[in-house]
């Protein structure tokens, strides 16, 4: 049985040679830190191996041991440390061969753009590692794609203004010219004049108008003033700012809202996404036609429906719908009551600011806008009382009407 003496001596044997085969390793390991992962695990089992040595050499000399015994020890030691030595060069070239083939999928992405998985069986680091670079590679891949799509929007949008900005200004330029230049001097014609001039003036403004709406809501600069109110108001204010476009055009403009919760929105802006709806359901669809606003509460949720008879949107441009300067025509030139194309990209982007959502589908004869904004939350704000029906006119009948017992299917 060992003694206590020897087992003392053992203890700081051991632990001066573990310290000083540390202090080695670290130092050898500095050394190698860049190098190759095989390279470090080499040395990571040679200073193992030394270190046994050392401890076993050190305690037989201290210990007195017979040579025979000291030769069979460091046999076994020898033995043991070849053994580590291939397992440590077998597991670091497999290690080193998997990272190669990661960086090898890393660098394909600069050539090829795409980033494909090793078909090789991973480390679990590693394969965490290409997981998250797939992940990574799949965000920054959509990412730049939308960057491709807002860009080629942009510049889209950039020739399209320039476009629409040169003829009303040329138009105008030639009838200042004119009136300067005392061209045109009768009385009718001078008044028809400086009626159109009005007209392009007024249609410049607009267009101004809405380009800095958009820049402002891509910019994230759109400032809303919420308060509650109710889906009648918001139609009722939309349908009466659209009734003369409807009227000159003979279009039928037929209003119906649900009693529900009020809506928290900014009255103004989405009163301008609603009229921007309706009056584009008036330029495309025919005279003698009929355009639909109806107002419900569907799944928690406040919904506007704008239906129109424009014959439907090919199914193609559908997911163009919203684009920027989009009209899903090949005439660059707009009509006189024409803006810029940008009337669906505002309401988009002033409905996303309210948390809503916005889409468009071909129903029947023509095409259906449909808005869902949420609901003021909370029991404190009663159903709106049920109002009666009025009617304008013809051509343009604008009819407004309060369906408290729902909608009727569309």
Avoid at 204 to 233: C, K, N, Q, Y
Avoid at 267 to 288: F, K, Y
Avoid at 293 to 313: K, P
Wanted: proline share 4%; aromatic share 4%.
């Amino acid at each position: 049985m060992i003694s206590g003496a020897d087992l003392w001596t053992v203890c700081y044997t051991v632990g001066g040679v573990a310290i000083v085969a540390s202090l080695a390793g670290l130092v050898a390991l500095r050394l190698v830190a860049a190098r190759s992962v095989a390279t470090i695990l080499t040395v990571i089992a040679a200073v193992t191996v030394a270190a046994t040595l050392a401890g076993v050499v050190v305690i037989t000399r201290e210990m007195l041991i017979s040579p025979m015994d000291l030769d069979l020890v460091m046999a076994v030691v020898v033995i043991a440390g070849i053994a580590g030595f291939v397992v440590s060069l077998l597991i670091g070239r497999r290690v080193s061969a998997a990272s190669r083939l990661l960086l090898g999928a890393v660098q394909e992405v600069g050539r090829s753009g795409e980033y494909h998985r090793p078909s090789a069986v991973l480390p679990a680091e590693l394969a965490g590692l290409s997981d998250a670079l797939a992940q990574a590679h799949t965000r920054l891949a959509e990412a730049r794609d939308r960057e491709r799509a807002l860009e080629a929007s942009r510049r889209e949008l950039v020739a399209w203004v320039s476009h629409d900005l040169r003829t009303p200004l040329a138009g105008l330029r030639a009838m200042a010219e004119a009136l300067e230049d005392g061209v045109v001097s009768d009385r009718h014609t001078v008044g028809s004049y400086h009626t159109q001039i009005r007209k392009e003036t007024d249609r410049l403004t607009l267009m101004i108008d809405d380009l800095f709406e958009l820049s402002r809501i891509h910019a994230g600069a759109l400032r809303l003033s919420r308060r509650p109110v109710g889906l009648g108001e918001l139609i009722g204010e939309a349908l009466t700012s659209a009734e003369p476009l409807a009227r000159a055009k003979g279009v039928r403009l037929h209003g119906s809202w649900g009693a529900c919760r009020p809506v928290m929105a900014d009255t103004a802006e989405v009163g301008r996404a609603l009229r921007n709806l309706v009056t584009n359901a008036i330029r495309h669809t025919p005279s003698d036609g009929a355009i639909e606003v109806l107002g419900d509460e569907e799944s928690g949720m406040a919904t506007v429906s704008v239906s129109d008879s424009c014959g439907g949107i090919p199914v193609e441009h559908l997911p163009r719908v919203f684009d920027v300067a989009f009209r899903g025509e090949t005439a660059r030139t707009p009509g006189p009551a024409e803006g810029a194309g940008l009337g669906l990209s505002i309401a988009r982007g002033i409905i996303e600011a309210h948390s809503g959502q916005i889409a468009v589908r071909n129903v029947g004869v023509g095409c259906q806008f449909m808005i869902r904004l949420p609901l003021v939350s909370g029991a404190g704000f009663p159903r709106p009382a049920r109002r009666a029906a009025h009617a304008l006119a013809q051509p343009a009948t604008f009819d407004l009407l309060d369906r408290s017992a729902g909608l009727v299917d569309h």
